[in-house]
């Protein structure tokens, strides 16, 4: 480095001291606050204590999130199972068609009974998905006890196996299929498909009282 001094030259060293003291100095600095600490700082505020803050608070929205993610899957779910035990109530309730029938099978005596005891007898085919079957249900069970101890009722699911004889004894080609049997076990009409509950009603009548029956061969498609 050179140096004027008035009109002479002097010669020295560099400084590098001065160098290296700025040099120090930089490195000694700390560093640049961000703007949400200098925030912090000037409403006195410890910046330590705001970041561990931020971070507690970061991590209590992670957990809450969790929790509210946990209890939508947990409604959810209890909403499906609650939609299940719907649908199973309603389809296995005393009051439900189809558990009806069952149960109206359940009790029909079988068919060797019922055609050597000296009674009229009803035989039933039925369908677990048949409508038709399923709205007769009440109504046929309400002529059940009507005319309990003087008719057979014979109720049997037309896609049970066991059943097959019969189907074909019988020409079961449509449910509801009613076979109306006399005392003597012959057959002496056949009710098909969602007939008025007072041609069979009427039927049985004729039945017990050993009557000509006033609706023979009746099937309902047959009126449209």
């Given at each position: 480095?050179?140096?004027?001094?008035?009109?002479?030259?002097?010669?020295?060293?560099?400084?590098?001291?001065?160098?290296?003291?700025?040099?120090?100095?930089?490195?000694?600095?700390?560093?640049?606050?961000?703007?949400?600490?200098?925030?912090?700082?000037?409403?006195?505020?410890?910046?330590?204590?705001?970041k561990d803050q931020?971070?507690?608070?970061?991590?209590?929205?992670?957990?809450?999130?969790?929790?509210?993610?946990?209890?939508?899957?947990?409604?959810?779910?209890?909403?499906?199972?609650?939609?299940?035990?719907?649908?199973?109530?309603?389809?296995?309730?005393?009051?439900?068609?189809?558990?009806?029938?069952?149960?109206?099978?359940?009790?029909?005596?079988?068919?060797?009974?019922?055609?050597?005891?000296?009674?009229?007898?009803?035989?039933?085919?039925?369908?677990?998905?048949?409508?038709?079957?399923?709205?007769?249900?009440?109504?046929?069970?309400?002529?059940?006890?009507?005319?309990?101890?003087?008719?057979?009722?014979?109720?049997?699911?037309?896609?049970?196996?066991?059943?097959?004889?019969?189907?074909?004894?019988?020409?079961?080609?449509?449910?509801?299929?009613?076979?109306?049997?006399?005392?003597?076990?012959?057959?002496?009409?056949?009710?098909?498909?969602?007939?008025?509950?007072?041609?069979?009603?009427?039927?049985?009548?004729?039945?017990?009282?050993?009557?000509?029956?006033?609706y023979i061969g009746?099937?309902?498609?047959?009126?449209?």
């Amino acid at each position: 480095m050179l140096l004027f001094v008035g009109a002479g030259l002097v010669v020295g060293r560099p400084r590098k001291a001065t160098t290296n003291r700025v040099c120090r100095v930089r490195m000694s600095e700390k560093p640049e606050l961000t703007v949400q600490e200098k925030m912090a700082k000037a409403l006195g505020r410890d910046v330590e204590e705001e970041k561990d803050q931020f971070k507690a608070d970061v991590q209590r929205v992670e957990i809450e999130g969790r929790v509210e993610m946990r209890q939508k899957i947990a409604k959810a779910f209890l909403g499906v199972v609650l939609g299940v035990a719907f649908y199973l109530g309603e389809k296995y309730t005393l009051g439900n068609p189809i558990t009806m029938l069952h149960g109206m099978e359940q009790l029909s005596p079988t068919y060797e009974v019922a055609v050597s005891n000296a009674k009229p007898t009803v035989l039933e085919f039925y369908a677990d998905w048949c409508e038709s079957c399923m709205k007769m249900a009440p109504k046929v069970s309400k002529l059940e006890t009507e005319f309990a101890g003087s008719v057979n009722f014979v109720v049997m699911n037309g896609e049970n196996p066991n059943y097959r004889e019969l189907l074909y004894k019988y020409r079961v080609d449509g449910v509801p299929h009613f076979a109306l049997l006399d005392a003597d076990g012959k057959l002496q009409t056949t009710l098909i498909g969602k007939i008025p509950v007072s041609v069979l009603e009427d039927d049985l009548n004729a039945l017990v009282k050993g009557e000509e029956l006033p609706y023979i061969g009746f099937d309902i498609e047959d009126m449209f």
